[in-house]
């Protein structure tokens, strides 16, 4: 079902609420105060923005940022993200400290054409995750038109991605959401064959849904990450004393056998006693020594991964094959993403999707080298499962 984009709509003049996805990763500075340490989700917001902008409408913004559980916490306030935001788009961005009320509608009522404002927190009133009613009317008062170029938030119904969209007569897709649709329907619905998934990351839980929607379409499935061991002990296999789900092995073993050969998992590992820095690691092939953990895949596994990656046309990742912030155990995910990097160049489409996977495809340098980068995690997972995601469904029909 196709929804409304902003092509569909004339925003001169008119108040346009975007639901944006500033939450975002802080430093504290020198001073002490907190700064953006990554805006690459800041960024992927800019097209929007500046449709707005460049189309006389007024930009009001609103995210959540963190958990800070329905009450305001300074430390998780988006006042560093306006001032960021605002060089970015060398544009005068003012910032609301509250989020709805008479002081807001005041003050946005008041903004010009072409102006832009970041209103605060979403997550600091308890209506926001609670899809309240009352909350979602609120944030509909400001706007004459809601557009939602929240992917990362699409799959949870919280007033600002979801119940907002009720209360107003026009509610349409952002410049970042249609992209990232586009893509991930490109990878669910028509893919290329060969088709490989790279699927890692801590809990087998978490993809479960995933694993089956993507046995269906992928020609193999390559396992890495702390799941892989709940998979490996499901099989019969020692792991020591690596990460694993007990109570997710008969899901991990059933799985394994409806994937008919398709998932592949590592054949050798790089161990330590622990994920430290200062740990001693060591590739280890087959079972794991007791008194040892999986913390990376190993040198033969990451050769096989690539062999298989090399020769497909449509890859997606989501989630690094081991503790990459820690060097000794990073190999395997930066050979990863050098591979779909290569594929890529190769003629091959890309998806990579997840905050660790794109964490780690920054610090490997190949973040331009991916055909799409999502901007979601959970939602990207949601999506190629085919399940619903509130904060599209509401959206007016196109």
């Known amino acids: 079902m196709s929804k409304l984009t902003l092509d569909d709509i004339d925003v001169r003049g008119k108040r346009v609420l975007i639901r944006v996805d500033f939450n975002v ?14 805006d690459t989700r800041i960024r992927a917001a800019l097209p929007t923005i500046r449709h707005v902008l460049d189309h006389g409408g007024k930009a009001i913004l609103i995210s959540h940022l963190g958990r800070p559980g329905g009450q305001p916490v300074p430390d998780l306030s988006l006042t560093c993200v306006a001032d960021h935001l605002g060089s970015l788009l060398d544009e005068r961005v003012r910032f609301s400290s509250n989020t709805v009320g008479d002081t807001v509608e005041e003050v946005v009522a008041a903004m010009g054409n072409g102006s832009v404002i970041l209103l605060e927190n979403t997550r600091f009133d308890p209506g926001e995750k609670a899809n309240d009613e009352e909350f979602s009317r609120a944030l509909a008062a400001l706007a004459d038109v809601y557009v939602n170029d929240a992917f990362g938030a699409a799959h949870r119904a919280h007033a600002s991605t979801a119940g907002v969209a009720q209360f107003v007569d026009t509610a349409a897709m952002g410049r970042l959401m249609e992209s990232e649709i586009a893509a991930l329907t490109k990878v669910r619905d028509d893919p290329e064959h060969p088709m490989i998934a790279v699927l890692g990351g801590a809990k087998v839980s978490d993809k479960l849904g995933t694993f089956r929607a ?22 019969g296999h020692e792991v020591g004393a690596s990460r694993v789900e007990d109570d997710r092995l008969d899901a991990a073993e059933s799985l394994y056998e409806e994937a008919g050969g398709h998932i592949h998992l590592p054949s050798d590992h790089v161990d330590a006693a622990s994920p430290d820095a200062d740990a001693e690691g060591s590739v280890v092939e087959g079972d794991i020594p007791e008194d040892l953990m999986g913390l990376d895949i190993g040198p033969a596994t990451l050769a096989e991964y690539q062999d298989l990656i090399s020769g497909a046309a449509t890859i997606v990742w989501n989630g690094p094959m081991g503790v990459f912030e820690v060097e000794q155990f ?36 190949h973040s331009d080298d991916i055909s799409h980068v999502s901007t979601g995690g959970g939602a990207m997972l949601t999506f190629l499962e085919g399940a619903p995601l509130p904060g599209i469904d509401a959206l007016t029909d196109a």
């Open 330 to 365: 990073a190999s395997g995910t930066m050979g990863i993403a050098e591979a779909v990097a290569d594929a890529t160049a190769n003629g091959a489409f890309s998806v990579v999707g997840g905050g660790d996977s794109v964490s780690a495809l920054n610090r490997s340098g």
């Open 214 to 235: 993507l046995n269906d379409t992928a020609d193999d499935l390559l396992v890495g990450g702390a799941m892989s061991y709940t998979f490996l002990k499901a099989l």
């Open 25 to 38: 990763p802080l430093d504290t500075s020198a001073d002490g105060s907190p700064t953006v340490a990554d």
